[in-house]
Protein backbone atom coordinates (compact mmCIF):
# COMPACT_ATOMS: atom_id res chain seq x y z
CA UNK A 1 0.00 0.00 0.00
CA UNK A 2 1.43 3.24 -0.62
CA UNK A 3 1.13 6.45 0.87
CA UNK A 4 -1.96 7.37 -0.33
CA UNK A 5 -3.42 4.21 1.03
CA UNK A 6 -3.83 2.51 -2.82
CA UNK A 7 -3.21 -0.77 -2.76
CA UNK A 8 0.05 -1.95 -4.88
CA UNK A 9 -0.26 -5.52 -5.15
CA UNK A 10 -3.52 -6.72 -7.23
CA UNK A 11 -4.36 -6.03 -10.78
CA UNK A 12 -1.30 -4.91 -12.09
CA UNK A 13 -2.25 -5.68 -15.65
CA UNK A 14 -5.99 -4.08 -15.76
CA UNK A 15 -6.23 -4.78 -19.43
CA UNK A 16 -5.33 -8.02 -19.21
CA UNK A 17 -6.50 -8.50 -15.43
CA UNK A 18 -7.90 -11.44 -14.22
CA UNK A 19 -11.04 -9.57 -12.69
CA UNK A 20 -12.06 -8.31 -15.18
CA UNK A 21 -16.04 -8.85 -15.76
CA UNK A 22 -17.71 -8.97 -19.19
CA UNK A 23 -21.21 -6.49 -19.55
CA UNK A 24 -22.94 -5.48 -22.58
CA UNK A 25 -19.73 -6.41 -24.70
CA UNK A 26 -17.62 -4.44 -22.88
CA UNK A 27 -14.71 -6.07 -20.31
CA UNK A 28 -15.07 -3.76 -17.14
CA UNK A 29 -11.90 -3.69 -14.70
CA UNK A 30 -11.93 -2.34 -10.96
CA UNK A 31 -8.14 -0.76 -10.93
CA UNK A 32 -7.04 0.39 -7.64
CA UNK A 33 -3.37 1.56 -7.94
CA UNK A 34 -1.50 4.59 -9.85
CA UNK A 35 0.92 2.43 -11.29
CA UNK A 36 -1.96 0.89 -13.19
CA UNK A 37 -3.95 4.17 -14.40
CA UNK A 38 -0.61 5.86 -15.49
CA UNK A 39 0.05 2.83 -18.21
CA UNK A 40 -3.22 4.11 -19.82
CA UNK A 41 -2.73 7.95 -19.56
CA UNK A 42 -2.49 8.40 -22.96
CA UNK A 43 -5.69 6.81 -23.94
CA UNK A 44 -7.97 8.34 -21.18
CA UNK A 45 -6.75 11.86 -22.24
CA UNK A 46 -7.40 11.16 -25.85
CA UNK A 47 -10.94 10.23 -24.43
CA UNK A 48 -10.83 13.91 -22.44
CA UNK A 49 -10.11 15.32 -25.82
CA UNK A 50 -12.91 13.98 -27.36
CA UNK A 51 -15.35 14.70 -24.30
CA UNK A 52 -18.89 17.21 -24.41
CA UNK A 53 -17.00 18.70 -21.32
CA UNK A 54 -13.35 18.34 -21.74
CA UNK A 55 -12.54 19.79 -18.34
CA UNK A 56 -9.01 19.14 -16.41
CA UNK A 57 -10.71 17.51 -13.69
CA UNK A 58 -11.25 14.40 -15.78
CA UNK A 59 -8.01 14.35 -17.25
CA UNK A 60 -5.37 11.40 -16.03
CA UNK A 61 -3.23 14.08 -14.32
CA UNK A 62 -5.84 15.66 -12.15
CA UNK A 63 -7.46 12.06 -10.71
CA UNK A 64 -3.89 10.68 -10.13
CA UNK A 65 -2.46 13.75 -8.34
CA UNK A 66 -5.38 13.68 -5.95
CA UNK A 67 -5.11 9.86 -5.27
CA UNK A 68 -1.21 10.67 -4.31
CA UNK A 69 -2.21 13.74 -2.13
CA UNK A 70 -5.66 13.66 -0.90
CA UNK A 71 -7.06 10.36 -0.24
CA UNK A 72 -6.73 9.98 3.71
CA UNK A 73 -7.55 6.99 5.78
CA UNK A 74 -10.45 5.33 5.48
CA UNK A 75 -10.99 6.01 1.99
CA UNK A 76 -9.73 3.69 -1.37
CA UNK A 77 -8.76 4.98 -4.33
CA UNK A 78 -10.99 2.51 -7.10
CA UNK A 79 -10.89 3.30 -10.68
CA UNK A 80 -13.41 1.39 -12.97
CA UNK A 81 -12.16 0.84 -16.49
CA UNK A 82 -14.14 0.51 -19.63
CA UNK A 83 -12.66 -1.91 -22.77
CA UNK A 84 -13.33 -2.72 -26.36
CA UNK A 85 -11.26 -5.70 -27.06
CA UNK A 86 -8.23 -3.91 -25.71
CA UNK A 87 -8.73 -0.20 -26.63
CA UNK A 88 -9.58 2.14 -23.64
CA UNK A 89 -13.16 3.51 -23.80
CA UNK A 90 -14.33 4.57 -20.20
CA UNK A 91 -12.89 5.95 -17.15
CA UNK A 92 -15.01 6.43 -13.99
CA UNK A 93 -12.29 7.30 -11.25
CA UNK A 94 -13.68 7.23 -7.06
CA UNK A 95 -12.97 7.42 -3.71
CA UNK A 96 -15.02 4.35 -1.98
CA UNK A 97 -15.63 4.99 1.59
CA UNK A 98 -18.35 2.80 3.92
CA UNK A 99 -20.90 4.06 6.24
CA UNK A 100 -21.72 2.54 9.06
CA UNK A 101 -25.92 3.44 9.57
CA UNK A 102 -28.29 2.18 12.28
CA UNK A 103 -29.24 -1.22 10.40
CA UNK A 104 -26.81 -1.43 7.43
CA UNK A 105 -23.37 -0.20 6.26
CA UNK A 106 -23.73 1.41 3.06
CA UNK A 107 -20.67 2.09 0.41
CA UNK A 108 -20.46 5.78 -0.84
CA UNK A 109 -17.96 5.98 -3.86
CA UNK A 110 -18.03 9.50 -5.77
CA UNK A 111 -15.17 10.76 -7.90
CA UNK A 112 -12.29 12.89 -6.44
CA UNK A 113 -13.42 15.78 -5.06
CA UNK A 114 -12.49 18.20 -1.88
CA UNK A 115 -13.60 21.75 -0.65
CA UNK A 116 -9.97 22.81 -2.31
CA UNK A 117 -10.68 21.41 -5.77
CA UNK A 118 -12.64 21.01 -8.30
CA UNK A 119 -14.90 18.30 -8.93
CA UNK A 120 -13.82 14.94 -10.60
CA UNK A 121 -16.06 13.37 -13.45
CA UNK A 122 -16.34 10.00 -15.39
CA UNK A 123 -15.02 10.36 -19.03
CA UNK A 124 -16.02 7.67 -22.11
CA UNK A 125 -16.14 7.51 -25.34
CA UNK A 126 -19.20 9.68 -27.13
CA UNK A 127 -20.21 6.53 -29.58
CA UNK A 128 -22.34 4.19 -27.38
CA UNK A 129 -21.91 6.33 -24.18
CA UNK A 130 -24.81 4.69 -22.84
CA UNK A 131 -23.99 1.55 -22.90
CA UNK A 132 -20.81 2.15 -21.51
CA UNK A 133 -21.87 4.13 -18.61
CA UNK A 134 -25.17 1.20 -18.01
CA UNK A 135 -21.06 -0.86 -18.19
CA UNK A 136 -19.23 0.37 -16.02
CA UNK A 137 -21.91 1.31 -13.24
CA UNK A 138 -22.92 -2.29 -13.99
CA UNK A 139 -19.40 -3.37 -13.17
CA UNK A 140 -19.28 -1.00 -9.99
CA UNK A 141 -22.11 -2.56 -8.92
CA UNK A 142 -20.82 -6.06 -9.37
CA UNK A 143 -17.57 -5.23 -7.43
CA UNK A 144 -19.17 -3.46 -4.42
CA UNK A 145 -22.49 -5.12 -3.86
CA UNK A 146 -25.32 -4.61 -1.24
CA UNK A 147 -26.22 -1.09 -0.47
CA UNK A 148 -23.96 1.77 -2.05
CA UNK A 149 -24.63 5.41 -3.66
CA UNK A 150 -22.30 6.96 -6.47
CA UNK A 151 -22.65 10.60 -6.06
CA UNK A 152 -21.34 13.09 -8.92
CA UNK A 153 -20.90 16.57 -7.48
CA UNK A 154 -21.02 19.93 -9.43
CA UNK A 155 -20.70 18.56 -13.44
CA UNK A 156 -21.49 20.46 -15.96
CA UNK A 157 -24.58 20.30 -18.07
CA UNK A 158 -22.40 19.24 -20.60
CA UNK A 159 -21.46 16.06 -18.77
CA UNK A 160 -22.54 12.48 -20.33
CA UNK A 161 -23.67 11.86 -16.50
CA UNK A 162 -25.86 14.97 -16.42
CA UNK A 163 -27.53 13.80 -19.97
CA UNK A 164 -27.75 9.53 -19.13
CA UNK A 165 -28.75 9.94 -15.85
CA UNK A 166 -31.67 12.73 -16.34
CA UNK A 167 -32.94 10.43 -19.07
CA UNK A 168 -33.25 8.05 -16.19
CA UNK A 169 -31.82 5.06 -17.22
CA UNK A 170 -33.75 2.09 -16.05
CA UNK A 171 -30.65 -0.27 -14.55
CA UNK A 172 -30.40 2.55 -11.69
CA UNK A 173 -32.32 5.34 -9.57
CA UNK A 174 -31.37 8.37 -9.95
CA UNK A 175 -31.72 12.00 -8.18
CA UNK A 176 -29.91 15.01 -10.54
CA UNK A 177 -30.38 18.94 -8.92
CA UNK A 178 -28.59 22.15 -9.96
CA UNK A 179 -25.64 22.68 -7.98
CA UNK A 180 -25.19 26.34 -9.24
CA UNK A 181 -23.57 28.00 -12.37
CA UNK A 182 -20.07 28.89 -13.81
CA UNK A 183 -19.50 31.56 -16.34
CA UNK A 184 -17.49 31.81 -19.75
CA UNK A 185 -16.64 34.11 -22.81
CA UNK A 186 -17.82 33.22 -25.81
CA UNK A 187 -15.18 34.04 -28.62
CA UNK A 188 -17.33 34.49 -31.08
CA UNK A 189 -17.02 38.22 -33.97
CA UNK A 190 -14.26 40.17 -33.18
CA UNK A 191 -12.78 41.29 -29.83
CA UNK A 192 -13.84 44.50 -30.76
CA UNK A 193 -17.44 43.95 -30.64
CA UNK A 194 -16.75 41.83 -27.35
CA UNK A 195 -15.50 44.85 -26.22
CA UNK A 196 -18.27 47.13 -27.03
CA UNK A 197 -20.63 44.78 -25.11
CA UNK A 198 -19.04 45.59 -21.63
CA UNK A 199 -20.35 48.35 -19.37
CA UNK A 200 -18.91 51.48 -21.19
CA UNK A 201 -17.58 52.64 -17.32
CA UNK A 202 -15.99 49.49 -16.76
CA UNK A 203 -14.14 49.97 -20.34
CA UNK A 204 -13.22 53.22 -19.92
CA UNK A 205 -11.64 52.00 -16.34
CA UNK A 206 -9.50 49.25 -17.99
CA UNK A 207 -8.36 51.79 -20.31
CA UNK A 208 -7.21 54.08 -17.61
CA UNK A 209 -5.61 51.56 -15.43
CA UNK A 210 -3.78 49.85 -18.47
CA UNK A 211 -2.03 53.10 -19.38
CA UNK A 212 -1.05 53.68 -15.83
CA UNK A 213 0.56 50.67 -16.03
CA UNK A 214 2.18 51.26 -19.64
CA UNK A 215 3.90 53.87 -18.05
CA UNK A 216 6.82 51.28 -15.70
CA UNK A 217 10.00 50.62 -17.91
CA UNK A 218 9.36 47.41 -16.98
CA UNK A 219 5.79 46.58 -17.79
CA UNK A 220 5.22 43.38 -19.94
CA UNK A 221 2.46 40.66 -20.27
CA UNK A 222 4.14 36.98 -20.57
CA UNK A 223 1.54 34.11 -22.34
CA UNK A 224 3.80 30.93 -21.45
CA UNK A 225 3.09 27.39 -22.45
CA UNK A 226 4.30 25.46 -19.58
CA UNK A 227 6.55 26.19 -16.52
CA UNK A 228 10.06 25.96 -17.04
CA UNK A 229 12.44 22.87 -15.74
CA UNK A 230 12.48 24.37 -12.29
CA UNK A 231 9.09 25.01 -11.59
CA UNK A 232 9.58 28.89 -11.42
CA UNK A 233 5.89 29.93 -12.70
CA UNK A 234 3.92 27.45 -10.23
CA UNK A 235 6.70 28.87 -7.12
CA UNK A 236 6.04 32.64 -8.48
CA UNK A 237 2.04 32.06 -8.38
CA UNK A 238 1.95 30.47 -5.12
CA UNK A 239 3.63 33.08 -3.05
CA UNK A 240 1.52 35.99 -5.11
CA UNK A 241 -1.25 34.13 -3.94
CA UNK A 242 -0.12 33.83 -0.25
CA UNK A 243 1.01 37.02 -0.18
CA UNK A 244 -2.69 38.30 -0.32
CA UNK A 245 -6.20 37.61 1.78
CA UNK A 246 -6.09 34.28 1.29
CA UNK A 247 -2.99 33.70 3.29
CA UNK A 248 -4.03 35.82 5.78
CA UNK A 249 -6.81 33.82 6.00
CA UNK A 250 -4.91 30.54 6.04
CA UNK A 251 -6.71 29.54 2.66
CA UNK A 252 -3.58 29.84 0.34
CA UNK A 253 -2.47 26.71 -1.36
CA UNK A 254 1.05 27.48 0.13
CA UNK A 255 -0.86 27.11 3.81
CA UNK A 256 -1.22 23.46 3.15
CA UNK A 257 1.22 21.25 2.03
CA UNK A 258 -1.30 18.58 0.89
CA UNK A 259 -2.83 20.70 -1.23
CA UNK A 260 0.65 22.28 -2.65
CA UNK A 261 1.94 19.22 -3.48
CA UNK A 262 -0.55 18.29 -5.55
CA UNK A 263 -0.70 21.82 -7.29
CA UNK A 264 2.75 21.00 -8.34
CA UNK A 265 2.75 17.42 -9.31
CA UNK A 266 -0.68 18.38 -11.12
CA UNK A 267 0.70 20.97 -12.94
CA UNK A 268 4.07 19.03 -13.91
CA UNK A 269 2.12 16.83 -15.42
CA UNK A 270 -0.13 18.66 -17.37
CA UNK A 271 2.63 20.56 -18.64
CA UNK A 272 4.38 16.86 -19.94
CA UNK A 273 0.68 16.67 -21.59
CA UNK A 274 1.18 20.21 -23.33
CA UNK A 275 -2.21 21.49 -21.77
CA UNK A 276 -0.58 24.06 -18.83
CA UNK A 277 -0.31 27.66 -19.73
CA UNK A 278 0.66 30.34 -17.27
CA UNK A 279 0.02 34.40 -17.97
CA UNK A 280 1.45 37.07 -16.16
CA UNK A 281 1.42 40.58 -16.05
CA UNK A 282 4.62 42.45 -14.47
CA UNK A 283 6.16 45.76 -13.90
CA UNK A 284 7.79 48.00 -11.79
CA UNK A 285 10.03 45.37 -10.75
CA UNK A 286 7.00 42.53 -9.82
CA UNK A 287 4.53 39.95 -10.71
CA UNK A 288 1.08 42.13 -10.22
CA UNK A 289 -0.69 39.27 -11.43
CA UNK A 290 -0.71 35.47 -12.63
CA UNK A 291 -3.53 33.14 -13.95
CA UNK A 292 -2.82 29.04 -14.13
CA UNK A 293 -4.78 28.25 -17.25
CA UNK A 294 -5.35 25.23 -19.05
CA UNK A 295 -5.97 24.84 -22.62
CA UNK A 296 -8.08 21.43 -23.45
CA UNK A 297 -8.85 21.40 -27.39
CA UNK A 298 -11.24 24.55 -27.86
CA UNK A 299 -11.56 25.35 -24.56
CA UNK A 300 -9.17 27.64 -22.49
CA UNK A 301 -9.97 27.67 -18.49
CA UNK A 302 -8.90 30.21 -16.39
CA UNK A 303 -8.11 27.79 -13.43
CA UNK A 304 -6.84 29.86 -10.32
CA UNK A 305 -5.94 33.65 -10.21
CA UNK A 306 -3.87 36.02 -8.11
CA UNK A 307 -3.00 39.21 -7.98
CA UNK A 308 -0.55 41.82 -5.88
CA UNK A 309 -2.98 43.63 -3.40
CA UNK A 310 -0.80 45.88 -2.84
CA UNK A 311 -1.51 47.55 -6.84
CA UNK A 312 -5.07 47.53 -6.73
CA UNK A 313 -4.97 50.85 -7.71
CA UNK A 314 -3.76 49.41 -11.14
CA UNK A 315 -6.56 46.55 -11.28
CA UNK A 316 -3.79 44.02 -12.71
CA UNK A 317 -5.99 41.08 -12.45
CA UNK A 318 -8.93 43.29 -14.50
CA UNK A 319 -5.75 44.28 -17.16
CA UNK A 320 -4.45 40.37 -17.53
CA UNK A 321 -8.20 38.95 -17.52
CA UNK A 322 -8.74 41.60 -20.61
CA UNK A 323 -5.37 40.58 -22.50
CA UNK A 324 -6.29 36.63 -22.11
CA UNK A 325 -9.39 37.10 -24.14
CA UNK A 326 -8.07 40.03 -26.78
CA UNK A 327 -5.66 36.91 -26.94
CA UNK A 328 -8.04 33.96 -27.65
CA UNK A 329 -9.61 36.25 -30.18
CA UNK A 330 -6.20 36.86 -31.65
CA UNK A 331 -4.79 33.70 -32.15
CA UNK A 332 -8.05 31.87 -33.10
CA UNK A 333 -8.26 27.94 -32.13
CA UNK A 334 -10.25 29.11 -28.69
CA UNK A 335 -14.18 28.63 -28.87
CA UNK A 336 -14.53 30.07 -25.07
CA UNK A 337 -12.50 31.41 -22.20
CA UNK A 338 -14.05 29.38 -19.16
CA UNK A 339 -13.41 30.56 -15.41
CA UNK A 340 -15.47 27.73 -14.19
CA UNK A 341 -16.74 29.56 -11.62
CA UNK A 342 -19.46 32.19 -10.85
CA UNK A 343 -17.90 34.68 -8.65
CA UNK A 344 -19.23 38.39 -8.48
CA UNK A 345 -16.60 39.91 -10.63
CA UNK A 346 -17.27 37.48 -13.95
CA UNK A 347 -20.62 40.23 -14.42
CA UNK A 348 -18.18 42.92 -15.49
CA UNK A 349 -17.07 41.06 -18.37
CA UNK A 350 -20.66 40.21 -20.01
CA UNK A 351 -20.28 36.23 -19.31
CA UNK A 352 -22.97 33.34 -20.21
CA UNK A 353 -23.63 30.83 -17.58
CA UNK A 354 -23.80 26.85 -18.30
CA UNK A 355 -25.42 25.20 -14.89
CA UNK A 356 -23.19 22.37 -12.69
CA UNK A 357 -25.59 19.31 -11.46
CA UNK A 358 -25.38 17.37 -8.60
CA UNK A 359 -26.45 13.45 -9.54
CA UNK A 360 -26.72 10.71 -7.20
CA UNK A 361 -27.12 6.86 -8.16
CA UNK A 362 -28.26 4.01 -6.13
CA UNK A 363 -28.86 0.38 -7.49
CA UNK A 364 -32.61 -0.50 -8.23
CA UNK A 365 -32.84 -2.46 -4.86
CA UNK A 366 -35.18 -2.34 -1.75
CA UNK A 367 -32.99 -0.87 0.72
CA UNK A 368 -30.85 1.70 -1.25
CA UNK A 369 -34.46 2.72 -2.86
CA UNK A 370 -35.62 3.26 0.76
CA UNK A 371 -32.27 4.39 2.16
CA UNK A 372 -30.97 6.77 -0.69
CA UNK A 373 -33.38 7.57 -2.85
CA UNK A 374 -36.83 7.97 -1.08
CA UNK A 375 -34.49 9.84 1.69
CA UNK A 376 -33.08 12.49 -0.71
CA UNK A 377 -36.79 12.95 -2.76
CA UNK A 378 -37.71 13.45 0.61
CA UNK A 379 -35.31 16.17 2.10
CA UNK A 380 -35.69 17.82 -1.50
CA UNK A 381 -39.80 18.01 -0.58
CA UNK A 382 -38.82 19.37 2.84
CA UNK A 383 -36.96 22.28 1.36
CA UNK A 384 -39.43 23.16 -0.88
CA UNK A 385 -42.80 23.14 0.71
CA UNK A 386 -43.01 26.03 3.36
CA UNK A 387 -45.15 24.12 6.18
CA UNK A 388 -42.93 20.85 5.38
CA UNK A 389 -39.88 22.90 5.70
CA UNK A 390 -41.30 24.02 9.18
CA UNK A 391 -42.22 20.88 10.54
CA UNK A 392 -38.86 19.26 9.62
CA UNK A 393 -36.74 21.97 11.16
CA UNK A 394 -38.71 21.75 14.67
CA UNK A 395 -38.01 17.83 14.27
CA UNK A 396 -34.60 17.98 14.41
CA UNK A 397 -34.23 20.81 17.03
CA UNK A 398 -36.39 18.43 19.11
CA UNK A 399 -33.57 15.70 18.30
CA UNK A 400 -30.68 17.93 18.45
CA UNK A 401 -32.64 18.91 22.25
CA UNK A 402 -32.74 15.32 23.15
CA UNK A 403 -29.82 14.90 22.32
CA UNK A 404 -27.82 17.33 24.30
CA UNK A 405 -30.04 16.29 27.38
CA UNK A 406 -28.50 12.81 26.75
CA UNK A 407 -25.44 13.55 26.89
CA UNK A 408 -25.74 15.79 29.65
CA UNK A 409 -26.87 12.77 31.92
CA UNK A 410 -23.98 11.27 34.39
CA UNK A 411 -23.20 7.94 33.37
Known amino acids: MDRSGVTTDRHHDARRGSAALSISGYRIVMASTVLELD ?3 PEWDLL ?3 APARVHSITHAWVTSFYRHFVGPGSRCRCVLAFDADRLVGVLPLVVSKKYLSFFTKTEASPPANTQTFAADL ?3 SNDADGIIDAMVGGLDRFLRGAWELSFHHVSERSEVVRHFRAKSGRTLSF ?9 VPVEGSFEDYLGSLRHEFTRNLRRVGHKLERFPDYRLDFSKGDDAGGSRISRFLTLEASGWKGQQGTAILCDKSEQAFYREFTRRLDRRGWLRWHELHAD ?3 LASQMAVQIGRVLYVWKIAHDEKYKAFAPGNVLMLETIRMAFAEGGTDEVNCLTNSAWNRDWNMRQRAYYNVLVWPRRPLPFLAGYCRVR ?5 RRVPLAKRFYHALRGAAAHADRRRSAKPD
Open 39 to 41: EYA
Open 48 to 50: VEQ
Open 123 to 125: VCR
Open 176 to 184: SEIDGYGNF
Open 285 to 287: GAL
Open 378 to 382: SKVFL
